[in-house]
């Protein structure tokens, strides 16, 4: 099975500022693709961003943006200008385009934004 | 649209009662999965459908829990004796398994708490 690596339990950044979520997965399978979520305090779990592993340029959702290295098998997320709304918790998630329909989940990034 | 519909939204209950959950995925959504979340485990995914089936039901933590999708647009967890450390959130979540591209939506969770 595919694993995801979240290897940052806890952030924090300043309002206004800008923070980078890392996330690393392995996998031998060369399509895929990867999503962050957010899951706020009201624990609802919101999409923010989807990567196309076939796709060499990254994906940009206005505030949020991707770095995809696909040889590092790195997907991490920048929230620039964060905002008091962007404090949740943070999952990566790999999801393969051939075999199966499984998620497989990070075990997620809380973070806190400093007012 | 309606998103994933799960019910109840909170359930408490007695140790050793019998606890059913139910989730009613998006329409025309061909996968299901549930989930169950907790601050030591993180999320854990229980089971999953594609077309009503079971695919891989491992992470089932023992016989005590069992799903069912008896059509595409509804699913039951049920946890029969409950015991205090089955408390947690479960969350149900759906996506469209032909499109590998698509996301899954989850629906709002059940947070239940087991005396």
Known sequence: ?115 | DAGVIQSPRHEVTEMGQEVTLRCKPISGHNSLFWYRQTMMRGLELLIYFNNNVPIDDSGMPEDRFSAKMPNASFSTLKIQPSEPRDSAVYFCASSWGRLKKTPQHFGDGTRLSIL
């Open chain 1, 1 to 115: 099975a595919q694993t995801v690596t979240q290897s940052q339990p806890e952030m924090s950044v300043q309002e206004a500022e800008t923070v980078t979520l890392s996330c690393t997965y392995d996998t031998s399978e060369s399509d895929y693709y990867l999503f962050w979520y957010k899951q706020p305090p009201s624990r609802q779990m919101i999409l923010v961003i989807r990567q196309e592993a076939y796709k060499q340029q990254n994906a940009t959702e206005n505030r949020f943006s991707v770095n995809f290295q696909k040889a590092a098998k790195s997907f991490s997320l920048k929230i620039s200008d964060s905002q008091l709304g962007d404090a949740a918790m943070y999952f990566c998630a790999y999801r393969s385009a051939s075999t199966g329909n499984q998620f497989y989940f990070g075990t997620g990034t809380s973070l806190t934004v400093i007012p």
